[in-house]
């Protein structure tokens, strides 16, 4: 079966254009993954702990034979890979690789939450997203990324390089 996946991807240490290129690259070297869509990278505030090096940005939109499960273990995978540390909760890293939607699928388990439960307020999330699938309809809040982001809260600074 074939899986629709939107993936956030995020650097903050190092070469951070690199990070998120190298993540791109490994994605789409999984026999079962095509990139579909990839947004422009957006240079972004960091959000969640604000004392911390700037982000860079971007969304990318792939085919995928995983599972959720299985796609969340792959991109831990390259997370490892390309050396990222888990210290604590929001710190800086060389790579982040986040489900934001799988098909229209609606998952909540302590591992994996799908849709991500914060895309509505993260602007860095939103601005990318909506330059690849502004009319996508988030399953459980029922409206399209456009609308989430026309209305989020969140007015941090995301400026696409």
Known sequence: MENIAYIGIGSNLG???????????????????TILEVSSFC???????????????SVIKIKTSLTAPQLLRFLQGVEAQLKRVREYRWSPRTIDLDILFFNDEVINRPELQIPHP??????????????ICPQLIHPTLNESVRELLERTGDNKNVIRT
Do not use: M, Y
């Open 15 to 33: 070469d951070k254009i690199t990070h998120c290129n190298d993540a791109i690259k490994e994605v789409s070297k999984h026999r079962g993954n």
């Open 43 to 57: 240079r972004t505030e960091p959000w969640g702990k604000e004392d911390q090096n700037w982000f860079v940005n």
């Open 118 to 131: 914060l895309i509505q307020d993260r602007r860095f999330v939103l601005v990318p997203l909506n330059e």
